[in-house]
Nanobody, 124 residues
Framework: QVQLVESGGGLVQAGDSLRLSCAASGRTSGTYGMGWFRQAPGKEREFVAA????????RYADSVKGRFTISRDNAKNTVYLQMNRLKPEETAVYYCAEKRGIRVGVLRADYDSWGQGTRVTVSS
């Protein structure tokens, strides 16, 4: 059973940057796509960004395009989410997720495993 552990969340001001990390352990061999989702208080969990197993394909929610960048380092079993020009409405718990296979997933149902989340608070 894979374990995903997110880190890097915190309290920042609007316009600041943060980089989230997600470290995976306990994987079996294979190819895995990774994604980031977020859930604000009282709202549904929503897609933020995804990356294919080799990093060759990325997908972003329209609301974060041009500001967020997803990347991965397979040697370290880690995926990152660089978040720039953060907005107060992006205050949420950010979750890392993993899916088997070579395709990129943008739906919650595409993913097989989830981390516990890391909280990001953006003050105005």
């Amino acid at each position: 059973q894979v374990q995903l552990v997110e880190s890097g969340g915190g309290l920042v001001q609007a316009g600041d940057s943060l980089r989230l990390s997600c470290a995976a352990s306990g994987r079996t061999s294979g190819t895995y796509g990774m994604g980031w989702f977020r859930q604000a208080p009282g709202k549904e969990r929503e897609f933020v960004a995804a990356i294919s197993w080799n990093g060759g394909i990325t997908r972003y929610a329209d609301s974060v395009k041009g500001r967020f960048t997803i990347s991965r380092d397979n040697a370290k079993n880690t995926v990152y989410l660089q978040m720039n020009r953060l907005k107060p409405e992006e205050t949420a718990v950010y979750y890392c997720a993993e899916k088997r296979g070579i395709r990129v997933g943008v739906l919650r149902a595409d993913y097989d495993s989830w981390g516990q989340g890391t909280r990001v608070t953006v003050s105005s």
